[in-house]
């Protein structure tokens, strides 16, 4: 008798182990999946959460509609049985089309009252220079430039991908562009959308901007002179911080006389080359040998292109001896 309770205790603890393994190895699997699915949860929006849960609510509610009329059906067919499984295999495939379509689609809906569904037109998509070079930001706080901007998931993981940067001027480049978007979040008027949509076949930040565009019918915001050419050509809207800047500096006709120094030699013989303060630069023929110095400049010619405005003139010295 006591060997017959000894091995019943032994086949017991035996068996409890092997629970207690089982059990340790299903929630260690659980904890990791839960800890896996608040990492993606941080990076997605909640109007993108909120769409994906609505989704799979309307997708299981369809797949318990779908499973009621396949009960009634087989009910009125008495020889007929519906194979349980397929009951589970509705509810699994609906309620992941709803959340995959919920989560993909909210963007183009208004959720709960949160403010009105966004005109297609009026997206507003920031590239990765922009962001880096900072002066859309100082644009955003004088007021000309207000509602939502659009900033692609793609573009901040190339930020953060710069901002790990093993290079020390990549790596100050990229924590610029992240410090210029935080800035922007908290500036009046302005809201920084992250959007998820993505081009898993299309390579290139550039190309996936161009892609998202066409999709939305919006228009990038860049100052990338190689971007504007290749949108321009694919009928992408384009505004050009570059451009925007250039339009804001005064006006020069030809005719005018300024006072310019002449900073190095021009790409041509005898030309000098000087700038305004704003950066234009001044090409100022017979100005070679002046370098260093402050001359008269009459302004024979301006040329404006979207990399800046450039401008032609001559020594007034030089000028006034063509006269006699």
Not at 27 to 53: M, P
Not at 214 to 238: C, H, M, W, Y
């Amino acid at each position: 008798m006591c060997s017959l309770s000894g091995y019943f205790i032994a086949y017991h603890s035996y068996y409890d182990w092997w629970k207690w393994i089982v059990g340790v190895f299903v929630g260690a699997l659980a904890a990791a999946l839960v800890i896996q699915i608040e990492k993606v949860a941080r990076r997605v929006s909640l109007r993108v959460i909120l769409g994906g849960v609505v989704g799979m609510l309307i997708g299981l509610l369809i797949a318990f509609l779908l499973a009621y009329g396949l009960n009634f059906v087989s009910n009125i067919m008495e020889n007929r049985q519906v194979v349980p499984w397929i009951y589970t295999l509705l509810t699994a495939a609906l309620g992941y089309i709803g959340l995959v379509l919920g989560s993909q689609k909210v963007e183009e809906v208004s959720m709960f009252g949160w403010g009105p569904a966004k005109e297609i037109s009026d997206y507003r998509i920031l590239d990765t220079s922009v962001i880096i070079d900072g002066r859309i930001a100082d644009i955003a706080d004088t007021g000309f430039l207000e509602g939502n901007l659009i900033v692609p998931r793609f573009v901040l993981d190339e930020l953060q991908y710069v901002a790990d940067s093993a290079d020390s001027l990549k790596r100050a480049r990229g924590r610029r562009g992240l410090d210029i978007l935080n800035r922007m979040q908290r500036s009046s008027g302005i809201y920084i959308d992250v959007v998820d949509h993505d081009f898993p076949k299309i390579k290139g930040v550039d190309s996936k901007l161009v892609a998202l565009a066409k999709k939305t019918n919006g228009k990038i915001i860049t100052n990338d002179f190689n971007l504007n050419k290749v949108a321009e050509l694919q009928g992408i809207k384009i505004l050009n911080v570059n451009e925007l800047a250039n339009a804001l500096k005064p006006v020069v006709l030809p005719g005018e006389l300024m006072t310019v120094k002449i900073i190095k030699d021009g790409k041509e013989p005898g030309q000098g080359v000087a700038y305004l303060e704003d950066g234009t630069m001044i090409i100022v023929d017979n100005a070679q040998r002046y370098q260093g110095e402050n001359v008269e400049a009459l302004v024979t010619s301006v040329l404006q292109t979207t990399a800046g405005r450039m401008i032609f003139s001559e020594m007034k010295a030089a000028v006034n001896d063509k006269k006699y």
